[in-house]
DNA sequence: CGCAACATACCAAACGGTCGGTATGTGTCA
DNA sequence: TGACACATACCGACCGTTTGGTATGTTGCG
């Protein structure tokens, strides 16, 4: 029983402890307010591991952007609310799903491309496309669903399933703004209702009716 | 023709002049991203003149969020939307004109507590706190509104006029997210076109009816 | 005079980034 | 098989600059 032989010379870890580091400090301190040895000591790295990986402060926040991309986008494919059959009632789970994972500690469940584009979208542009990229990259994926429920039923609309879904994402954002500036997720969950009972609305459904 | 005296020692306008220098620099590279040295130079003063108005850094952030409560509370209360007889259409026309704003630099229509609060909110919980003032100090105002139109129209509700307030406020911040990551303000008043539908169906309101 | 409103000069710490070096593979060809 | 060339991953001392903040004036007005 022999090891496995490493051919491709193993993406160092270094580099992936420095992203995830990243990840939570961004998120509780913004990209200004976090070191370079914040992030060293926080992965358990030195200096020249960084600079090895990334070839400036900078960098590291774009391949931030990107790892936050990559992860999202795992979760949310292995999240639950893919099961129903109706596009609709994914629509309306997808907008549950959302409600539930926002609870604990305020770093944990808010979004690191929505903070890091907010905060450097004028001095970092290459940082802000690479939040933009992982924003919409999510958002294509609601509205494949908004738009197959619209035509299932046959709802003739004066809004596009690109703008509805786009729409979700700025509840969702807005309310992780309230939710720190009150410092209580409650207020994040509740807009969460509001859009919930908006595209009840949008598709003619009663408040009633089950997701 | 003798000039007015002064007789409240005019609060030194170095003070002020510092203020606007903060709403305008945050706004663009955020807090931590603004030194106070940027901030002396953009308001044309010494260092000495700043630590002679502010104790520190984080209470110039405090200032300058109290500042922007001040300014535009005036701004808000100077706005025409409070026209309409109707509650309800005065709450339209607010939607109407936080859209109606939404043009040029992003930096110029973008909201200072919100990006602060989004920032700061577990590094500087005093700013954060201010921000939270501010912020819904002014949903406050709009809640009234809300509050009456749905009492002069006898909507038998499962929202408070205090929620709606907020999730106006949630839209409202959401959208600048969204903007600053795709560098498009169109972004954000297409959201606000959904808030609108959205508070015209809880009303009961035709899409035409005019605001 | 006395005090508020500044200006100037300065400081220690923290900042992003560089650099020479080591340890450990990995591919290749005699 | 072994040895030479080269690459990757990482270390940590160091550099020049910028940082938030202080100490000590100076100026002008009631």
Redesign the interface.
């Known amino acids: 029983m022999s090891r496995p032989t490493k051919h491709a010379p193993e993406r160092g870890n270094a580099r992936t402890r420095l992203l995830e580091a990243a990840r939570d400090l961004i998120r ?6 976090t070191s370079v040895d914040d992030l060293c000591k926080a992965a358990d790295v030195t200096k020249g591991a960084f600079f090895h990986h990334f070839a400036s402060k900078e960098a590291l926040g774009v391949a931030a952007a990107d790892f936050w991309a990559e992860t999202t986008s795992a979760f949310f494919e292995a999240a639950p609310y893919h099961g129903p059959a109706d596009p609709l009632d994914r629509v309306l789970a997808y907008v549950a799903f959302r409600k539930a994972i926002i609870e604990g500690e ?2 944990e469940f808010t979004c690191l ?3 890091l ?7 970092a ?1 290459g940082i ?1 496309d690479a ?2 990229r992982s ?2 990259g999510h958002t294509a994926t609601l509205e494949a669903d908004i738009e197959a429920a619209r035509q299932a039923r046959g709802i003739k609309a ?2 596009t399933a690109e ?2 879904a ?2 979700t ?10 939710a ?4 209580d997720p409650a ?1 994040a969950r ?2 969460l ?2 859009l919930d ?2 595209i009840r ?2 598709f003619h459904l009663t ?1 009633e009716h089950a997701a």
């Open positions: 509780a301190k913004g990209f200004a307010g305020i770093a491309v929505g903070t584009a907010q905060e450097v979208y004028a001095s542009p802000r939040c933009a924003m919409f004066d809004w703008s509805l786009r729409h994402q700025t509840v969702i954002q807005g309310a992780f703004v309230l720190k500036a009150a410092n207020l509740e807009s209702d509001h009972r908006y609305h949008l408040r």
